[in-house]
């Protein structure tokens, strides 16, 4: 009798066994499916989405291709050479460093270019180069309404090299040029101007160059050039002489 019991219990144990699997295999079945992964703009290839497409209308800015955009640049080369060039048949000493800063529209044109700094000292040059760049088409920006491309160039003098000095030696006519300067930016206090002038033995300037930090200042940059070749400076120690001024 008592070995009966033992069987019964053994079997009543089976089924109850049995009855939780299948609850455990009807949970696992019922739970929720994983979320769906959204997919977004591969901004470097320019590959897009639907949702990468609603991405580009909420955006201001996007990526852009940065291979496309070394091919532009290499593109312009020449024509960059070529006002450099044009630049140094008027003053030999012509010399520095320029980095542009470009704004690229959703159809690749250019939005806005800016000299964001220059150590050129000559505006025609400065001007050349940057249309140069702006009249160019380049990759479409991904993912945002605007693309943002900056680029750096140097080069050396075609004949001897200005003596670069310090802005205290442009003598009296410093205060007026800082006067000037402000004038120029007008309400935009917090953006950076600044004016590179060359100036010859007696003091009398050669040529001048702008550049600004930010794109309010677009307008001022031709009325800091006027300004500073209106005025006449210190005789420098050594002609020519570059200074560059900011405010």
């Known amino acids: 009798m008592a070995n009966r019991l033992i069987a019964i219990a053994i079997a009543a144990n089976r089924l109850i066994a049995i009855g939780v699997a299948a609850l455990f295999v009807c949970a696992c079945g019922s739970a929720p499916p994983p979320p769906r992964e959204r997919t977004s703009t591969d901004a470097r290839h320019g590959r897009s989405t639907p949702d990468a497409e609603s991405a580009t209308i909420d955006a201001e800015i996007g990526g852009l291709d940065e291979d496309a955009v070394q091919q532009v640049f290499a593109k312009a080369g020449p024509a960059i050479g070529e006002c450099i060039g044009r630049g140094a048949e008027r003053l030999r000493f012509l010399a520095g460093e320029l980095k542009v800063a470009l704004k690229i529209a959703a159809d690749g044109s250019v939005k806005e270019g800016l000299v964001t700094r220059s150590s050129y000292g000559d505006r025609a040059t400065e001007k050349c180069?940057?249309?140069?760049?702006?009249?160019?088409?380049?990759?479409?920006?991904?993912?945002?309404?605007?693309?943002?491309?900056?680029?750096?160039?140097?080069?050396?003098?075609?004949?001897?090299?200005?003596?670069?000095?310090?802005?205290?030696?442009?003598?009296?006519?410093?205060?007026?040029?800082?006067?000037?300067?402000?004038?120029?930016?007008?309400?935009?206090?917090?953006?950076?101007?600044?004016?590179?002038?060359?100036?010859?033995?007696?003091?009398?300037?050669?040529?001048?160059?702008?550049?600004?930090?930010?794109?309010?200042?677009?307008?001022?940059?031709?009325?800091?050039?006027?300004?500073?070749?209106?005025?006449?400076?210190?005789?420098?120690?050594?002609?020519?002489a570059k200074t560059a001024v900011t405010r």
Do not use: M
């Open 129 to 240: 180069i940057l249309a140069s760049l702006t009249t160019r088409r380049w990759p479409k920006p991904v993912g945002g309404r605007t693309g943002l491309t900056t680029h750096t160039l140097d080069s050396a003098p075609s004949g001897a090299a200005a003596t670069v000095q310090d802005a205290f030696r442009l003598g009296p006519s410093l205060e007026k040029l800082l006067a000037a300067l402000d004038t120029c930016k007008g309400a935009a206090t917090s953006a950076k101007l600044t004016v590179t002038v060359y100036v010859d033995e007696n003091g009398k300037p050669l040529s001048a160059g702008a550049a600004a930090s930010d794109g309010t200042l677009i307008e001022a940059l031709d009325c800091a050039v006027e300004a500073a070749l209106a005025l006449e400076y210190a005789a420098p120690a050594l002609a020519p």
